[in-house]
């Protein structure tokens, strides 16, 4: 969890030239329990002076697969984006239940940014056909909402699932994430992005911080492409 202090080391040191993306706490997301409010206001007052100065882009609450589609957890979410009116708030599902055009419209009620995830074709993963122009124009607006939030987690369908917990199994949870792409995949983003663009959105995007950077090396390659 973090603290004023530390956020505010960050600021001083980055002296207003970056702004941030902070991933919410697994007390929030992974970890709720009843005082999840109470675990809420600390996260706040580490970043309310980030947010103060406009330096926050985003608090990114990335829930998990095992976070379904329910009646308490469609009230806890919908609790959770009222405790963080104010701030830019994008959330992510990992579970395909909640790509509903309900929890869309919810969503950009609640000022809260739906983050797209570029993962794996499996079962109970969400996906989106952003390659046909058509899907594109019809449901930029309502799946984006006031700012897009796009996260390339990489297509790694063989290791997505891979735990250390498996003595079986030799991969470290990392091994989700190792995914180079091809520059014909990245290809494919340039004209999601240019549209987000054109439709007068903000994009954030991101990589994974794999161990072997490939996130970067993509994310510079992406970054050449939409310059071009």
């Not at 941030?20 to 992974?30: G, N």
């Not at 199994?169 to 520059?183: Q, T």
């Not at 999601?192 to 991101?206: D, E, H, L, P, T």
């Amino acid at each position: 969890m973090p603290t004023f202090e530390r956020m505010e080391s960050f600021l001083k040191k980055s002296e207003g030239r970056v702004n941030f993306s902070i991933k919410a706490h697994r007390l929030l997301t992974h970890e709720i329990s009843s005082l999840w409010k109470t675990e809420a206001q600390v996260f706040k007052n580490a970043l309310k002076l980030m947010n103060q100065k406009n330096l926050l882009s985003s608090i990114l609450f990335q829930f998990p697969q095992s976070f379904h589609y329910d009646i308490d957890n469609r009230f806890y979410l919908s609790y959770l984006l009222d405790e963080f009116e104010g701030f830019p708030v994008a959330v992510e599902f990992r579970n395909k239940q909640w790509i509903l055009d309900s929890v869309f419209e919810g969503l950009a009620k609640k000022n809260a940014a739906f983050v797209y995830c570029d993962m794996p074709d499996l079962k109970h993963l969400p996906a989106f056909d952003f390659e046909s122009k058509e899907f594109l124009e019809q449901n930029c607006t309502k799946i984006f909402g006031n700012m897009a939030y796009l996260r390339l987690h990489g297509r790694n369908a063989d290791n997505w699932y891979a735990s250390t917990d498996n003595e079986k199994n030799d991969k470290n949870g990392s091994a989700r994430y190792e995914y180079f792409y091809s520059d014909e995949e990245l290809f494919s983003f340039v004209p999601i992005v240019k549209f987000i663009k054109n439709a007068g959105k903000r994009c954030q995007i991101f990589f994974n911080n794999h161990p072997k950077g490939y996130g970067a090396q993509n994310a510079l390659k992406l970054k050449e492409m939409l310059q071009s």
